[in-house]
Nanobody
Framework: QVQLVESGGGLVQAGGSLKLSCAAS????????MGWFRQAPGKEREFVAT????????YYTQSVKGRFTISRDNAKNTVFLEMNSLKPEDTAVYYC???????????????????WGQGTQVTVSS
C-alpha cells in the first residue's frame, strides 16, 4: 500500500502561483512513477503531469506546458507541482497518484495509476 497526502491548494487570483505537495508513505517512493491529475466539477478526471521514478523525465498535458512544473524529492518521499500563471480554467481538485509500472505507455491514463491521494482544492478567481 502507498499512502498519498496532498497539500498546498487554496484560492488564488488569475496570474498567481501555487505549489502543491504530495507526501508519500508505505512503500519505496523511488520505485513509483508519480502523476498529478485534476477534476473540475461535472468533468472527468484529467491528466496534468507525470514524472519518472528518478525525476529525470517529465510529461505534461498541453494546456499547462510552460506554466506548471512537476518535480520530486526522493529523499523526502515528496512530489511537487508548481503552478504559475494560473487561469480560472485551472480550478479543480488536484490529485497525486502513483504508478509502479516502468512502462512509458498510457502515462496520461488515470486507470494506470494504482494509488491516489484525497485531493486538494485549487480555485483561481478571475
Amino acid at each position: 500500500q502507498v499512502q498519498l497526502v496532498e497539500s498546498g491548494g487554496g484560492l488564488v487570483q488569475a496570474g498567481g502561483s501555487l505549489k502543491l505537495s504530495c507526501a508519500a508513505s508505505g512503500r519505496t517512493f523511488s520505485n513509483y512513477r508519480m502523476g498529478w491529475f485534476r477534476q473540475a466539477p461535472g468533468k472527468e478526471r484529467e491528466f496534468v503531469a507525470t514524472i519518472s521514478r528518478s525525476g529525470g523525465t517529465t510529461y505534461y498535458t498541453q494546456s499547462v506546458k510552460g506554466r506548471f512544473t512537476i518535480s520530486r524529492d526522493n529523499a523526502k518521499n515528496t512530489v511537487f507541482l508548481e503552478m504559475n500563471s494560473l487561469k480560472p480554467e485551472d480550478t479543480a481538485v488536484y490529485y497525486c497518484a502513483s504508478r509502479y509500472s516502468s512502462s512509458f505507455s498510457k502515462l496520461d491514463d488515470p486507470g494506470q495509476y494504482e494509488y491516489w491521494g484525497q485531493g486538494t482544492q485549487v480555485t483561481v478567481s478571475s
